[in-house]
């Protein structure tokens, strides 16, 4: 984000000379072996770049798993915290607090002028927000609302006869929840009965009853999964975690129309691909408005790294919600509302989205020229929109992590041997042609390890 950053050499430099040994011995001492960290400690960030105990620099196309999307210190975002601080972070859901409400009518205002008049989903009159700490968080009240929907429907008999004939007046067995093959909803119980990984599932079996995968963008499949006793369907429009992969359009119709059939609320998850990643506000905005969702879910980019999640519902979700049913002690706090505020007021203009957009393609075009003499060795393709992309390698990508590294890039894996690329959202041009070159580099480097192995 400096000026003229992109200008300077880089060097190939192994990162795990320069660890901070005191902050690595006291994770392995006192830490739970959850994570697999290269042997660097970072110490502070400046726009796209961060920077390790020893001073080294590294240009970030991680953001944290997509989550600075105005970079590291932003300076606004920065006084914003350190003057909410100074008044008030923290009242519970026990009083009312001036942020929460401001940034629910900027989320629910922000969307709806997306799509014509007369739109359904979160895009009728009437949508609400309810907040919480993450998006796992956020994706655990989706679910729940999905089930007490489901209920409410059996119980007001606001069914048509396959669905009152598949459940029999019993509001229990209109609880069953839809998940798709690759798609990443989080770890907690819920979340993870949906994330179809048996990598992260295994461990923790027996997950909750009722959940199902299908295959992702397959019709007929999801067409016989999601059926008279769903009550909830939960897609990514794009995913992340599973390798930067499109819902195509004519799925995504046909499960709204599946939805509508059977009586089962549909769910975004756009966590990770929301709120501008894609160059638009919501991935989902890239589809016709007759695929509106009834629930969207976001957390990631919010608040730019202070915790935060958020459930946007549609009327008809909002209006069976009561008090009791869903709480949170830190969720809508004034300092992750106050600082949401800002980051959707940056990210919601036309400039900025453009911008997104224009990274975006400047990435893909640069790295269609490094990477084309390697397509069919070490790379298979590269896919994504906006800064959204993935590289997807013949091979685990952690030796190409580490080479890019050494190399002050920092990048993160997703599935199939995918390289995910997730720079904040307002990386410079120049930075961004600085990383795909360091990826070019990598690649070559790769190409001729494996030559000679």
């Known amino acids: 984000m400096r000026p003229g950053a ?3 050499l880089y060097h190939a430099t192994p990162a795990t000379a320069m660890a901070s040994p005191k902050a690595i011995d006291n994770t392995e001492r006192f830490m739970l072996n959850t994570y697999a960290r290269p042997a660097l400690v970072l110490s502070h960030g400046n726009g796209s770049y ?6 080294r620099e590294y240009l970030d196309f991680t953001a944290g798993i997509a ?3 105005l970079g590291h210190s932003h300076p606004e975002v920065a006084a914003i915290v350190a003057d909410q601080a100074t008044k008030l972070v923290h009242c519970s859901n026990l009083y009312h607090n001036e942020w929460a409400p401001t940034l629910a009518q900027r989320i629910v205002a922000a969307t709806t002028k ?3 008049q007369g739109a359904q989903g979160i895009y009728a009159e009437g949508a609400r927000v309810f907040f919480s700490n993450s998006g796992t968080e956020a994706n655990e009240g989706a679910l729940k609302f999905a089930r007490k929907h489901g209920k409410h429907v059996v119980a007001a008999g606001k069914l048509g006869k396959a669905v009152s004939d598949a459940v029999q007046g019993d509001p229990n067995l209109k609880s069953g929840l839809v998940s798709f093959t690759g798609g990443f909803h989080g770890r907690s119980m819920g979340a993870l009965s949906l994330t179809a990984n048996p990598k992260y599932q295994k461990p923790f079996t027996p997950l909750i009853p009722g959940a199902v995968t299908a295959k992702y963008n397959s019709i007929p499949e999801m067409s016989a999964f999601v059926d008279e006793r769903t009550c909830g369907v939960i897609v990514e429009p794009i995913q992340g975690e599973g390798g930067i992969h499109a819902a195509h359009v004519d799925f995504m119709r046909a499960l709204r129309r599946r939805c509508d059939q059977v009586g089962a609320l549909l769910i975004y998850d756009e966590i990770q691909c929301g709120l501008g990643r894609s160059g638009h506000l919501w991935a989902h905005h890239m589809l016709p408005a007759d695929c509106s969702p009834d629930i969207v879910t976001m957390a990631k980019p919010l ?13 008809k979700v909002a209006e069976i919600i009561h008090t009791g049913d869903h709480g949170t002690t830190f969720g809508g706090n004034p300092l ?3 600082v949401g505020c800002t980051v959707l007021d940056h990210i919601n203009t036309p400039e900025f989205l453009a911008h997104v957009k224009e990274a975006g393609e400047v990435l893909e075009r640069e790295l269609s020229g490094l990477l084309a003499p390697f397509i069919g060795s070490v790379v298979i393709e590269q896919r994504g929109t906006g800064l959204l992309r993935g590289i997807q390698l013949s091979s685990d990508p952690s030796r190409l992590i580490e080479l890019a590294r050494d190399r002050g890039l920092l990048l993160v894996a997703a599935a199939n041997n995918t390289i995910r690329l997730v720079p904040p959202l307002n990386t410079s041009i120049a930075d961004i042609k600085k990383g795909a070159l360091i990826i070019g580099d990598c690649v070559k480097q790769l190409a001729s390890e494996q030559t000679t192995a």
């Open 50 to 55: 961060v920077y390790d105990t020893t001073g």
């Open 303 to 315: 608040a730019n790294g202070i915790p935060i999640g958020a459930i946007l519902v549609s009327p």
């Open 67 to 69: 989550v600075t999307a």
């Open 114 to 116: 997306a799509y014509p």
């Open 336 to 338: 992750a509302c106050r």
């Open 6 to 8: 992109c200008s300077r």
